[in-house]
């Protein structure tokens, strides 16, 4: 049996310890006692759990859930009630996607950074980087979507550096529904899939076309149901339900530099 490399080894170890967290976490008195009620265990998180829980009553919550993109609604649905069936602790199921998906993330830049040239000294640091970034540590053990979101990012540019377009294209093409930033993900690997077709590199041009599948087929089916694609994703952004949007008005100018001090601290060695 191959022994496993140690940027691998380091990324399994950091994602059982986020696993133990993730459960930790889930236990609202550890939780609260560990963080003291701040952003693990907030309101966000048990919405997006119950949302889930209560899909199978009620279909239509996973396209009309107004905190999660349907594809992130439809996992916590499939976990949540799985994990009802076994025991699980509220919120745990969506933790466990969390840390499975920062574990892919951790694999998926050690093989990256091999890929383009770096030897395993990169590869290991880059593991650390990514691995001990609050940030990063932080959102592995939550119910958002955004390690998952990131795992098909990292995972797609493995791929597309190894010129496997086809599976790149599965991967990234799942992206929009997951959060909704990933339609810009797919914008920019559809640029680069556009370029390697052009140079008639083997299977872009096929992948260009699985790429707008995901998303292309849900919009479509959405049409179908309502009449107009955008329909749920409009109930996201009105003003009630849209405190999140871009330049919102109800979030004055001078709270962005604050924003960016608190970003550029949180996920700094992420940004190095």
């Known amino acids: 049996m191959r022994e496993m490399r140690t940027p691998e080894r380091w990324a399994l170890g950091l994602a059982c310890a986020l696993g133990v967290l993730a459960v ?11 963080f003291h009620g701040f952003f693990v265990q907030d309101a966000d998180e048990v919405i997006r759990s119950w949302y889930g829980r209560c899909s199978l009553q009620n279909p239509n919550i996973i396209p009309y859930s107004h905190l999660s993109m349907p594809g ?16 699980l602790p509220f919120t745990l199921p ?20 091999r ?5 395993e000294r990169a590869a290991l640091a880059v593991v650390l980087l990514i691995g001990l970034s609050p ?6 053990i939550t119910v ?58 083997p299977g872009a041009r096929l992948a260009l076309g699985l790429l707008l599948v995901p998303y292309g087929g849900y919009l479509a089916v959405a049409a ?20 999140w949007r871009l330049w919102n008005p109800d979030v004055p100018p001078g709270r962005f530099w604050e924003a960016v001090t608190h970003l550029a601290t ?5 940004v190095l």
């Open 24 to 34: 930790l976490v889930s236990i609202p008195a550890i939780g609260e006692w560990l």
């Open 72 to 87: 992130w609604t439809a996992i916590l649905a499939v976990g949540e009630n799985l994990g009802r069936l076994v025991g």
């Open 94 to 113: 969506g933790r466990l996607v969390s840390v499975v998906s920062a574990w892919l993330v951790l694999r998926s830049a050690a093989a990256f950074v």
């Open 115 to 119: 890929t383009v040239g770096g030897d």
């Open 135 to 140: 940030g990063f540590v932080l959102m592995s």
């Open 144 to 201: 958002y979507p955004e390690v998952t979101l990131l795992a098909l990012i990292v995972l797609g540019l493995r791929l597309l550096s190894e010129s496997r377009h086809v599976a790149a294209a599965l991967v990234v093409g799942w992206a929009p529904l997951i959060r909704w930033e990933g339609a810009l993900i797919v914008a920019l690997f559809a640029a680069a899939l556009t370029i390697r077709a052009w140079r008639a590199a």
């Open 224 to 243: 179908a149901r309502w009449g107009n694609p955008f329909t749920p994703l409009a109930w996201r952004t009105t003003k009630f339900m849209g405190a």
């Open 266 to 270: 949180l996920y700094s060695p992420v």
